[in-house]
């Protein structure tokens, strides 16, 4: 299908989740959660419940990296635990689903989920490490992007960094340390708009961090200079419009997806469109232009960017919600995965791969969600579930299988599928944590999967842990 040119977000009105607000100037403001009663590092053991089964525009993206900003100290966490004696985190597995919530008090107030909309900040993300740990991640109030380590049973250990962000996006870990995704202030410049209003023009940024948790590198992955604002043709830059990413790895290079603002010139003015970028940063910091299917621009309008890296294939796959012809699509070369309806509640979940070969991919229209299976094109699977939620969750889990998981009242519901044959796996069952639109469970070497969620105080952070199967 072909895209046609875009029109300026600036100048329209909206249709998808993020288009149901006027396109107006937004700076968007962190929330402190609020604060609730409860001890630092408890964790609390669930047992499942019974439950029903179920166009393309081209410029330059090369920037210098810039000057290594300090790193801020945050309190010291409880003293750590004692690792296994290979080093390594190894989770026993059961019948049915086991989920853990521990409650770590990072010792900084976490910025709230607000109204969890595709335009605010995303308060948490948590990465899983080889040896089974993790890198939790969290946006404070203060400007602030922290990171801090956490041992096999989801406490905090050392002294957490910061760095300077005022979003977070994602965190992604390997053998010597990980990449943070977030976003700074950038500049709009002087450039005259042909309507309408769409700034800040803001920046995102790959944050290189060793094993300690201090920073090696960063790279800017959108294109603001010295020479280039956000108002100047051919700039790509963050602004209040749905602008989230996430990050994959092939084992060296890492992979940024995300919503982007496009300026064209029209004639003694510019017009700001909206799509997604992808860009591929290796491991010295350098960006890997034109290979490794990265890209300028992609789907337009774009939102729910996501992305994984396949072994396989040695490609990354990627798949975005988008009001041209009102799809989820893969964005390089534009196809459909499955079509849906510009109604304002088309939503992609997230991106796993399949048993075998292909991928699946979870999304929701009009509270229904679905589970398609494709492989390069068009969904040749599809599962309607019995899930009725409008943000669905899924993640590679335990041997095989992949879990979807939606808000439920308070809570969280979830349930597992084959990851081949897309049959469920055992009953639906309650992941006792607040839900947020936008974050995301992580899979783990020994088949557990995590999530970070709203904690007991605005200075905690819960981490939702499924515990793996015996399959």
Not at 49 to 66: F, Y
Not at 201 to 222: A, K, L, P, Y
């Amino acid at each position: 299908m072909s895209e046609g040119p875009p029109t300026p977000i600036s100048h329209r009105a909206q249709s998808s989740p993020a288009r149901r607000r006027i396109a107006i100037a937004v700076i968007v403001g962190t929330v402190a959660v609020a604060a609730l009663t409860a001890a630092a590092f408890t964790t609390d053991v669930l047992s499942p419940r019974s439950g029903v089964q179920a166009g393309s525009l081209s410029s330059s993206s090369s920037t210098a990296p810039e000057a290594t900003p300090s790193t801020e100290a945050t309190p010291s966490a409880s003293p750590a635990t004692s690792s296994p004696p290979d080093g390594k985190c190894s989770r026993p597995g059961s019948a049915s689903p086991e989920v853990r919530v521990t409650d770590v008090n990072v010792g900084v107030r976490v910025t709230g989920y607000g109204r969890e909309s595709d335009t605010e900040p995303l308060p948490m993300a948590i990465a899983s490490r080889p040896d089974g740990g993790s890198w939790l991640a969290w946006l404070g109030t203060n400007n602030r992007v922290y990171l801090g380590r956490l041992d096999c049973n989801d406490q905090l250990v050392g002294t957490p960094t910061s760095f300077d962000g005022i979003d977070l996006q994602d965190v992604q870990a390997d053998d010597t340390g990980g990449v943070v995704l977030l976003t700074r202030r950038g500049n709009c410049g002087n450039g005259q708009l042909c309507g309408g209003s769409s700034s800040p023009c803001n920046t995102m940024h790959m944050i290189r961090f060793d094993d300690s948790g201090q920073q090696v590198w960063e790279r800017q992955v959108t294109n603001l200079s010295g020479s280039r604002a956000g108002y100047d043709n051919g700039a790509r830059f963050i602004w209040w419009y749905q602008h989230h990413g996430r990050l994959a790895s092939d084992g060296s290079n890492y992979a940024a997806y995300f919503g982007v603002a496009i300026t064209v010139q029209n004639g003694s003015c510019v017009d700001i469109h909206q799509g997604d970028r992808m860009q591929v940063v290796s491991a010295n910091g350098s960006l890997v232009s034109g290979l490794r299917d990265s890209f300028d621009v992609g789907c337009s309008h774009s939102w729910t960017t996501r992305i994984v890296w396949d072994p396989r294939t040695s490609r990354f796959a990627m798949v975005c919600a988008t009001d041209n012809n009102c799809r989820i699509a893969q964005p390089r070369p534009y196809r459909t995965v499955a079509s849906g309806t510009c109604d304002g509640t088309l939503f992609g979940g997230d991106l796993v791969l399949a048993k075998s070969s292909g991928y699946w991919t979870a999304w929701s229209q009009g509270g229904q969600v679905r589970l398609e299976h494709f492989t390069t094109g068009a969904s040749d699977g599809t599962i309607r579930t019995g899930a009725r939620s409008s943000h669905p969750h899924l993640v590679s889990y335990s041997s095989g299988l992949m879990l979807l998981a939606w808000e439920s009242g308070s809570s969280m519901a979830a349930q597992a599928y084959d990851a081949g044959s897309g049959d469920t796996v055992g009953s639906q069952f309650t992941v006792g944590v607040r839900d947020h639109n936008y974050l995301a469970f992580k899979a783990y070497p020994d088949g557990s999967v995590a999530y970070p969620a709203a904690g007991s105080t605005n200075t905690s952070i819960r981490i939702a842990r499924v515990m793996p199967l015996n399959t």
